[in-house]
């Protein structure tokens, strides 16, 4: 037990050496902006160093040597631009800190979201869909802390202390060696409690992301919850895991208020002994009042970026736990894919399965050595039970999964050989719930023809059967859609996505159960639109309604991922007209 705590432990330390890694390898895409935070730091001490400086001569004037209030007037004037200067300094800082901040999460996202599109579903199999969410936005969001708040900081205390230290000690000694000798406590404890700190926040994250994924299944099964009477209990579970995280997060604050009461306590034990030392020495007259006052003044600054670098250890310890998610995804190798330039030929593919086989993992689901021919300008309908591996076999044939073995030919050219953007072009799918964005109607339309005039939408609506509900709206095609379509039933979401098809340039068409949810009059609508769309182009329509099947021109059937048969759509449905 004990050795595998420690192996768990080292392992920790590891992966937070290898977050860590990764985000200053990340700082490098923005040195520019991070140089400039450097340069204004050192400008900052420079100001701060003056101001102290006018302020103790000041002093001096008016106290000792019995100056006039009008002789200093011109020394505070300066003291005021200097705090203006010292303001405006530290303003510019921080928006450089933001900017370079900024660009990093856009760079980062927009790989993430990339790695994820190569990945696909295959390559993500076994992770849970609510942790990548929280990864891809909240998990990208606390890398903000760590370059706005922890390497500014990082880059002041690095600079400013030691800066102050060669000022200070020429002129108090003493002074110097207390800052010395105590300014090295603060980042000891500040590494001391971050090190426990850094466990709970990994334990913090990881209840996020299991809270996140829990509420992501909820919502998604919240109608099948409701009507099983399970909600109410369900939502007891998610208050007590709400509560856990609520409970985490307050143990990490309780850290981060006892490093911080920890490094207030050295900071202010140490100005209170340099003031001592100032006393004596002003006492016994060895000191002018004027260095004295200013090394007093620099103490306070001496410790201050120490302190706030101690205070921003929490916002590090958040985006290394962000990162230990980021950079592992980032670094997944993605299935081989499309590795060619070719490009389709024009018109209707033929699509050959040479013995393909793919599994998403167990012994269930996936195809087995399928062989199959789609010929060019063909229907062909694909039957099968649940789990036969239709879904699967559509998926393979655009695309979105990568054959573990065998290959797939596009009128003799390999699959991968073709370019991936032309090949997506030239396809266009149906799934069984398709996906829109939140916006009007003709935007999710023409998503994949924005150029498309009114005539041509008007023309793929009619064909898809839409025109009915259309028409009826108030907004028509400005209509606007909430998110995954939320203000339209399943079937007219389906018509939409029809028209959709109906629209773009694609030879290749992919219904997975297109007639499903509509009632008997308009499945008969889409299916002699059906018939409209194959004109030029190549179809797989997955479905087993009798309207359907009869328009195609062959059907075949899957069995435990495999083509069992291959027959005409009479052959198929006769039994079933027998039987009736």
Request: aromatic share 6%; glycine share 10%.
């Amino acid at each position: 037990m004990s050795d595998h705590s420690e192996q768990s432990s080292d392992d920790s330390v590891h992966s937070g050496k290898g977050a860590e890694r990764w985000l200053f390898e990340e700082a490098r895409e923005v040195r520019g902006l991070l140089f400039s935070v450097v340069g204004l730091a050192v400008a900052i001490g420079v100001l701060i160093v003056f101001q102290a400086r006018l302020l103790a001569t000041a002093c001096q004037a008016l106290v000792i040597d019995g100056a006039a209030v009008d002789a200093i007037l011109p020394l505070a004037a300066v003291l005021v631009l200097l705090a203006a200067g010292r303001a405006l300094c530290t303003y510019i800082m921080e928006n450089r800190s933001a900017a370079a901040a900024a660009r990093v999460k856009r760079a980062v996202r927009s790989r993430l979201y990339r790695k994820i599109q190569l990945l696909g579903s295959a390559g993500l199999a076994g992770g849970e869909t609510g942790s990548l969410v929280e990864t891809v936005t909240k998990g990208v969001d606390e890398l903000e802390h760590y370059f706005t708040r922890f390497l500014p900081q990082l880059v002041l205390a690095a600079i400013l202390p030691f800066m102050f230290l060669i000022i200070i000690v020429p002129s108090e000694w003493r002074s110097g060696l207390v800052l010395l000798f105590s300014a090295p406590c603060i980042p000891l404890f500040m590494i001391l409690i971050g090190r426990g700190s850094e466990k709970l926040h990994r334990r913090q994250w990881s209840k996020l992301s299991r809270m996140a994924g829990h509420l992501l299944d909820l919502v998604a099964g919240l109608p099948d919850l409701v009507i099983s009477g399970a909600a109410k209990r369900e939502a007891e579970v998610v208050a007590k895991v709400s509560d856990d995280y609520r409970s985490a997060t307050m143990t990490v604050l309780r850290v981060a208020f006892l490093s911080a009461f920890t490094l207030e306590f050295f900071a202010t034990v140490g100005t209170a002994v340099v003031a001592v030392i100032i006393g004596f020495r002003l006492l016994s007259g060895e000191l002018p009042l004027g260095e004295g006052l200013f090394v007093l003044l620099m103490a306070p600054e001496f410790y201050l970026p120490l302190r706030n670098l101690g205070l921003s250890y929490h916002s590090r310890m958040q985006g290394v736990a962000a990162a230990e998610r980021i950079s592992p995804l980032l670094g997944k190798v993605a299935p081989a894919g499309f590795s060619g330039t070719l490009l389709p030929a024009p018109g209707a593919p033929a699509i050959t399965f040479e013995s393909v086989s793919f599994r998403y993992g167990g012994e269930r689901g996936g195809v087995r050595n399928v062989d199959f021919t789609l010929p060019s300008g063909s229907v062909t309908a694909l039957v099968g039970e649940s789990g036969a591996g239709k879904t699967t076999f559509a998926r393979l044939l655009v695309g979105l999964a990568r054959p573990e073995s065998g290959r797939i030919l596009v009128n003799g050219q390999d699959l991968t050989l073709l370019d991936a953007e032309s090949w997506r072009s030239s396809i266009a799918w149906v799934s069984q719930s398709p996906y829109f964005t939140a916006g009007t109607l003709r935007e999710n339309l023409t998503l994949g023809r924005p150029d498309a005039d009114d005539d041509e939408i008007a023309a793929a609506i009619r064909a898809a059967a839409a025109d009915q509900f259309i028409n009826k709206m108030s907004g028509g095609l400005d209509t606007v859609l909430g998110d995954r379509g939320a203000g339209l039933s399943g079937g007219e979401l389906r018509r939409l996505a029809l028209a959709r098809a109906y629209l773009s340039p694609a030879t290749l068409i992919v219904l997975d159960e297109p007639t499903a949810g509509l009632d008997a009059e308009s499945e008969k609508l889409v299916c002699d639109a059906l018939h409209n769309l194959a004109s030029g182009r190549t179809l797989l329509v997955i479905s087993h309604r009798e309207q359907t099947l009869s328009r195609a021109d062959r059907v075949a059937e899957m069995v435990d991922g495999r083509i069992d048969r291959i027959i005409t759509p009479h052959e198929f449905l006769s039994p079933v007209a027998g039987l009736v």
